[in-house]
């Protein structure tokens, strides 16, 4: 394991990076505009919704960084620019308009939006503020943290830094979730930076994969939205050789990268619409990675699961049974299932069958605001993680009336 | 089309059914044990759950029901016998019970328990109740209809008439629902009747077929459980000459089984934990069946679609975007999406994007028991219909504490 030492700053701690957030009038009063912008070139990967229905900012950013090379990353909150007449001309406009305060390429600009779905985007009040939005970038993350937010009752930000050809670089990022978050990206976005010196290629591998076990592991609700994106920028300040494919520097930025985009990951799910506590489910003793990861999503993703995880029931049936249904075939009678917290862990089924548990420990354990679910296979050595969240009466109200 | 006339009986309806239902004390105080008895040998056929976690009288009756032929059925609802030690032989007791009751094989039984998953099915209240049930049996299929149901909150019968070859044939049905309900079965038991003369080969590959456009076009919560079955009887005494494969007496037996699974599939929509609303979504349009189905299922199951229902909220958005994380492709320009019930209907989204639309319109059109979406594809002749409900603030009350 590289030697990982968590920092502050997020998208702003690598070297060379500035960012900043302000209002600009798509939402009534909340922060609603972000610009982040690297001092110097960049590799530049990114990974996408899977849903048919793509947002226009998303095909815009698909082609501005084919050639692999980005300067920077503008995104609005409080409308999606997604289904709407228009929508590619507004997000190329706001590329234009952020190149041109900096005397950059649009081309060498993301572009993000994140909101109601099918409402045309005005970019007037982009146009009239990028002027300012650009003046105030600083060193200092906070503010576009907080300009990506929809729902979201908290910013995340997550930043660590890991030693690669005896230069310190760094990994930062920011990101947004609350509804509509389910493994293969949702209306979700995530922006990481680096310093690291990498080539897009590889760059753009390690992101994928890098997706796999960190965001698309994360479920609120099962649906997976058309405007999701994780973009990173990488611009080599830190002054390393060029990672090189199979060396152990690439090894070390992957378990850098891993630890910010897992920890976004989680600041996510534990910020689900509605939730009141943060699900873990660890799946181990797996045949395959792909076993491991499918069972586990299935279990955060269950909406029996959720909702007995809300009301602190203990109910091992419905997690085996979610186990049940994720589409890989696993003997049910080695499987153990505990459920576990900062009060305590109790192992409530084993061998596909209920195991004699004490109703009061478990309650203890199931009221806490993270409960882990550890789910044993007992075939092999793989495991995987997933994070969700649980099903409350809030859900409920926040999404049965958000449009209207 | 097959001259279709609605009938009442349901599983009594074809002639040589009789059928009881009684409370044995597995629950409390309401109906908890079913029995069904044909007269007279008959071709049996069955769908089971898809969970690799399958509860021991799903297993007990994949062996008992191998060979094509059986006499009746027996059921409990108040305990899965799922994942429990001895549930096999449980079973297998329940089926040999209602055997000696009746001077036939217990290997002519099929057996299905619907309830709390992982607690042992105590055998002894249904030994001791099942001479007065055998007792009971009648040509009235209400006490049975109303033993198979856990949390419904109406019984669901449906049954028709047919002409076969001159010979009227009945078919019939009951069905229970409510929690777990997902494509591919879920905890739904449904128990069909009739008096065609067909052969158990011809049989299961028509009630496989059907089951795809019938319960498993049926989402109320994206849960698949362990104990899910549908079987079916038919014992020939209508007197029709053996239904041939490919011949005009199989489409029209077809229809009729369609007519009945369809309804039973509704009504359980319709009775989803908690649901205000009947949701139903029709897919056209569609290049292959096969889409047609994905799509309409995706919007069925989405959560974010279920609360804008409940809420009242034309979402089309949401609508637009389960339908493009179906898995399946499709040219999102040419979509059409209206919203209708009772009370009207409204165009909400056309190519992909908004229409102007009247709020007041589409606020009066949702405002309704039963509300449909209409999702047309503009690329082929396939359908897909698929039946679902609202998401509740009573799905999140009943289900945060079910098991205790």
Avoid at 190 to 198: E, K, R, S, Y
Avoid at 233 to 245: H, S, T, V, W, Y
Wanted: with cysteine; glycine share 10%; proline share 2%.
């Amino acid at each position: 394991m590289a030697k990982i030492k968590e920092v502050s700053g997020s998208i702003c701690a690598p070297a060379g990076f500035k960012a900043a957030g302000m209002h600009c009038g798509i939402k009534k009063e909340k922060k609603d505009l972000a610009l982040i912008v690297s001092e110097a070139p960049a590799s530049a990967a990114a990974v996408y919704t899977t849903n048919v229905v793509k947002a226009a900012p998303i095909t815009v950013t698909m082609e501005h960084l084919a050639d692999g090379k980005a300067r920077g990353i503008i995104a609005n909150s409080g409308n999606a620019n997604a289904c709407v007449v228009g929508g590619q001309e507004a997000a190329e406009k706001m590329c234009e308009l952020a190149a041109a305060q900096l005397g950059l390429l649009a081309e060498d600009f993301a572009v993000a939006s994140t909101g109601v779905i099918g409402q045309s985007l005005d970019i007037g009040p982009i146009a009239s503020s990028i002027g300012e939005l650009a003046g105030m970038l600083s060193h200092s993350a906070q503010s576009a943290a907080e300009a990506i937010m929809t729902t979201d009752t908290f910013d995340k930000q997550a930043a660590c830094e890991i030693e690669i050809g005896a230069k310190t670089v760094r990994i930062g990022g920011i990101a947004k979730g609350s509804g509509m978050i389910h493994p293969n990206m949702a209306t979700m976005l995530a922006f990481i930076t680096t310093d690291a010196n990498i080539g897009p290629e590889l760059l753009s591998e390690i992101l994928s994969q890098d997706a796999q076990d960190s965001f698309n592991m994360l479920s609120v609700d099962g649906d997976t939205s058309t405007n999701d994106m994780c973009a990173v920028l990488a611009n080599g300040m830190a002054g390393n050789d060029p990672i090189q494919k199979g060396s152990a520097e690439e090894e070390a930025f992957r378990q850098g990268l891993g630890f910010v985009t897992k920890k976004l990951a989680r600041l996510i799910a534990e910020d689900g619409e509605g939730a009141t506590k943060l699900l873990t489910v660890k799946v181990t003793g797996a045949e395959s990675k792909e076993q491991a990861r499918a069972i586990a999503k299935s279990i955060v993703s269950s909406s029996l699961v959720k909702t007995a995880m809300f009301g602190n029931d203990a109910n091992w049936g419905r997690i085996l049974c979610a186990a049940g249904y994720a589409g890989v075939s696993f003997p049910v009678d080695r499987t153990k299932i505990s459920i576990s917290s900062e009060h305590g862990s109790v192992v409530v089924a084993q061998n596909g069958m209920q195991v004699l548990f004490d109703e009061a420990e478990a309650l203890k354990a199931l009221q806490a605001k993270e409960v882990i679910v550890d789910f044993s296979l007992g075939s092999g050595q793989e495991s995987a993680e997933a994070w969700g969240c649980d099903l409350s009466y809030d859900y409920v109200k926040i999404n049965g009336s958000y449009r209207t």
